[in-house]
């Protein structure tokens, strides 16, 4: 890009637009987001226990959806109920769609799960066994179970003046139980609660001579609750049934106040996380409605709040399945990424980057490189330092460990862990302390600007001077979703990008000005301006009469001050594809503000995470890669990098790769209308079709055979 930016105080803060109808709600669109994932999960061209697995995640997503979006919704609707918000609603009517949209989708999902998919899986011979049809043997079986491995560890609580109700984690599953007669001292409420172990399995293999079956299941709660009444000895149990609360989870950790360290300051939130305001009671259908109404009294919920299921309360815990059921003909086909040639295991990793920048496209290129070249600098001579940010790596990482040897060996380890990469919060303090226990250089970063830039620099003496080597990616240092996401990473050992990452290095271990960066384009300093600059080029560049042109990959599209410069290119004649994997607020093919605008959303097999900005720029073909979607907390208050790839051939591959594989194709892809509703792009059971994941796999993956 041929521009500069002035790194002011106004790019601190978010700007301040007009309220005006012409953006969606963010609330909503997660919800559509999610209703894409649940199309896989109903597509019958999709593997059988990959449809299980999307389910799954739809769950999965909806508790994090609850706990962060739903609690801050709620709050609003306390603190501002009546104030009209950018998307032209106010909090108490954005709320009463998002609960009708939300008790649809989950209604749509167990639907699903009784009426298609466990019927198909019991014709592939995958059963959940019900406790209403269990045989002699299988009922034998289950009650040892219940009394050597469930019955010590449960404590049943009967409620009663002594034992109130309890404190009941966010999320864990509990069974509520009717009961009737008097105990032991006379008591006689008729009511008691009995949390389910976390210890346990949620889903719990049978033995193939007890069940019949080579995949029979049985689930906790069925043995449960068909043993409930030994629990309550002398007492009857009318019924018993599951339910499960979510819990605001967001951490607060007051950024005006002292914070001495920000290590121990959210170690006392974390345990605070499992006890926050509850946002949403789920319960079995067949749970009576005296209790659903008893439950909802605890825990001050109205019945817009109320989920009644018809099936487990937790079906996040059936994503154990697949992996418990050695059936390859019901999932993806098995795909072996491979290694680019350039890094082949046999060159001087080193020497190749030194030669010119290698790209890495992920999961259809291994992730192995990025561990290989960490490896080989933890015990390379030559090296003398090693600095990276973390941000979710997992609790077993070879990377990880492989940065603590490094310390041991006595490099110069240095390492951004951030602390709030929200639930990866408790895992990134371990790290940060076996860091520190080994002599490493362990920093927190910004308080107040998460640190999510994605960097990793080795520095190495060469020749009687230090050298600088950097891989940048788009995405996690984390090996398992590097298998699972789509993201882009970059070696290399150009001197300007290299001075780059090592002066936000700078500023995330020490102090000073920002100094202005040659090539990347940074946040919170710089990345705004430079995208809003960029969109305004092409719009001149329209304007003036020449070929004007856009086309952006990422995960959201929220911050308004962008769409806003997307809109006025969009008049000025710029055409604009934007390929947005989730929530997006802009309004697409509006009449006279957006006509020229396309978004489509890429929902398959990988989660598409990879962020990819491309601008014409009157030929010069402007791609930058970043860690940054185009939302508020990416801009202002999160340290972020976008950076240039300046290669032309590999400028050319993130172009087709990225891009224009995500254009053409007519099998994943889901159109936006105007207003915000999206349909499947078509053709896609008609002509010529494409899918761009599976086109990846075979063109850069070993993938064995498309599924």
């Known amino acids: 890009m041929n521009f500069r930016m002035d790194v002011s105080a106004a790019s601190f803060a978010p700007p301040r637009a007009a309220l005006r109808p012409q953006y969606l709600n963010r609330e909503l669109g997660i919800l559509a987001f999610n209703e894409r994932v649940l199309a896989l999960a109903e597509d019958v061209e999709m593997p059988l226990l990959e449809r299980l697995r999307f389910l799954c995640i739809v769950s999965s997503n909806l508790d994090e959806f609850f706990e962060v979006r739903v609690a801050w919704l709620k709050q609003q609707v306390i603190d501002s109920p009546s104030i009209v918000c950018p998307d032209g609603m106010t909090p108490v009517e954005a709320m009463q769609q998002v609960s009708e949209r939300a ?114 299941f049985i689930t906790l709660g069925a043995i449960l609750r068909r043993f409930v009444s030994e629990i309550f000895p002398g007492m009857k149990a009318k019924g018993c049934y599951e339910f499960r609360v979510t819990r605001n989870s967001e951490l607060y950790v007051d950024d005006d106040e002292e914070i001495k360290n920000l290590r121990v300051a959210l170690q006392g939130e974390l345990f605070e996380r499992h006890f926050g305001d509850t946002v949403r009671l789920e319960v079995s259908s067949m749970c009576s409605d005296a209790m659903s109404q008893f439950l909802m009294q605890q825990f001050e919920l109205k019945a817009a709040d109320l989920y009644c299921v018809d099936g487990p309360v937790n079906l996040v815990r059936l994503i154990q399945l697949p992996e418990l059921v050695d059936r390859p003909d019901l999932k993806f086909a098995p795909f072996t990424p491979r290694f680019p040639a350039r890094l082949d295991k046999d060159v001087d990793v080193f020497a190749r980057i030194a030669q010119g920048d290698v790209l890495l496209h992920h999961p259809f290129q291994s992730f192995q490189p990025v561990l290989d070249f960490l490896k080989l600098a933890a015990s390379d001579p030559a090296v003398v330092g090693i600095k990276q940010t973390i941000y979710r790596t997992g609790s077993e990482s070879t990377l990880m460990d492989t940065l603590i040897q490094a310390a041991r060996n006595g490099k110069e380890v240095t390492v951004v862990v951030e602390l709030m990469a929200r639930f990866d919060e408790e895992t990134n303090i371990n790290w940060a302390a076996r860091l520190e226990e080994v002599g490493a250089h362990v920093v927190y970063g910004i308080v107040g600007h998460k640190t999510h830039a994605k960097m990793l620099m080795v520095v190495r003496r060469e020749l009687g001077r230090l050298k600088r080597y950097v891989h940048l990616g788009t995405g996690n240092y984390h090996v398992r979703t590097a298998r699972q996401y789509t993201d882009f990473g970059l070696f290399t050992a150009n001197e300007q990008l290299c001075a780059d990452v090592n002066e936000v290095f700078q500023q995330l271990t020490g102090l000073g000005r920002a100094a202005r960066l040659t090539h990347c384009l940074q946040s919170p300093f710089s990345l705004h301006a430079g995208i809003i600059a960029a969109i305004k080029s092409e719009a001149e560049h329209a304007r003036s009469g020449r070929p004007a042109r856009i086309i952006a990959k990422m995960n959201a599209l929220l911050e308004r001050e962008v769409i806003d410069a997307l809109y006025q290119a969009s008049q000025a004649g710029v055409k604009i594809d934007l390929i947005v994997r989730g929530v997006c607020a802009l309004r697409p093919q509006l009449a006279g503000l957006s006509e020229n605008i396309h978004v489509r959303s890429v929902v398959g097999r990988f989660l598409e995470h990879s962020r990819v900005f491309y601008f014409l720029n009157d030929g010069r073909n402007d791609v930058y890669l970043s860690s940054a979607d185009w939302m508020d907390r990416n801009f202002f208050r999160r340290i972020e990098l976008c950076f240039p790839i300046l290669d032309a051939a590999l400028k050319a591959r993130v172009i087709e790769e990225g891009l224009e594989a995500y254009l053409r194709d007519n099998e994943s892809a889901w159109m936006m209308d105007s207003d915000g509703g999206y349909a499947e792009s078509q053709p896609r059971y008609d002509g010529e079709r494409h899918s761009a994941q599976a086109e990846l796999l075979l063109s850069l993956g070993g993938v064995h055979a498309v599924g």
């Open 103 to 216: 008790h649809k989708l989950v209604e749509r999902q167990y639907m699903l799960f009784n009426t298609v998919l466990t019927p198909a899986l019991e014709q592939e011979g995958i059963f959940l066994l019900r406790r209403d049809v269990w045989t002699l043997a299988q009922e034998t079986w289950a009650r040892d179970y219940f009394e050597t491995e469930m019955l010590p560890v449960l404590t049943p609580i009967g409620l009663d003046p002594a034992h109130p109700f309890p404190r009941v984690l966010n999320k864990s599953l509990n069974f509520i139980v009717e009961v009737e007669g008097e105990d032991a001292f006379g008591r006689a409420s008729g009511i008691a609660v009995v949390q389910a172990p976390r210890v346990l399995p949620r889903v719990i293999r049978m033995p193939d001579e007890v069940s019949g079956y080579a995949n029979g």
